[in-house]
């Protein structure tokens, strides 16, 4: 069974960190390019950042270039996002997806909201 496990959301205050996490199990994670997407209320799902399978291809949007770092562990089958100098309009949902080809799995989703 495949399972995508977010964690580390929360409420932070404007300027604060959070780093999330995603445990993925039940496929070869190190085969699959892994994505942070978000979601705010009344929007539509927004790619924030991706990872190649080896972590040599990295991409941002542009709004968190800079204050967000995307990396893996293929041994522990993680993703993490490291989100810097958080801005209220960061606040959303955060989903991990997995992708290979026509195969797509997502996560739960945890919430990150910043306010002071």
């Known amino acids: 069974q495949v399972q995508l496990v977010e964690s580390g959301g929360g409420l932070v205050q404007p300027g604060g960190s959070l780093r999330l996490s995603c445990v993925g199990s039940g496929f070869t994670f190190s085969t699959f390019r892994m994505s942070w997407f978000r979601q705010a209320p009344g929007k539509e799902r927004e790619l924030v950042a991706s990872?190649?399978?080896?972590?040599?291809?990295?991409n941002y949007r542009e709004s968190v270039q800079g204050r967000f770092t995307i990396s893996r562990d293929n041994v522990n089958n993680i993703v993490y996002l490291q989100m810097n100098s958080l801005k209220p309009e960061d606040t959303a949902v955060y989903y991990c997806k997995a992708n290979l080809g026509l195969k797509s799995y997502w996560g739960q989703g945890t919430q990150v909201t910043v306010s002071s």
């Open positions: 990872i190649r399978t080896a972590g040599n291809d990295i």
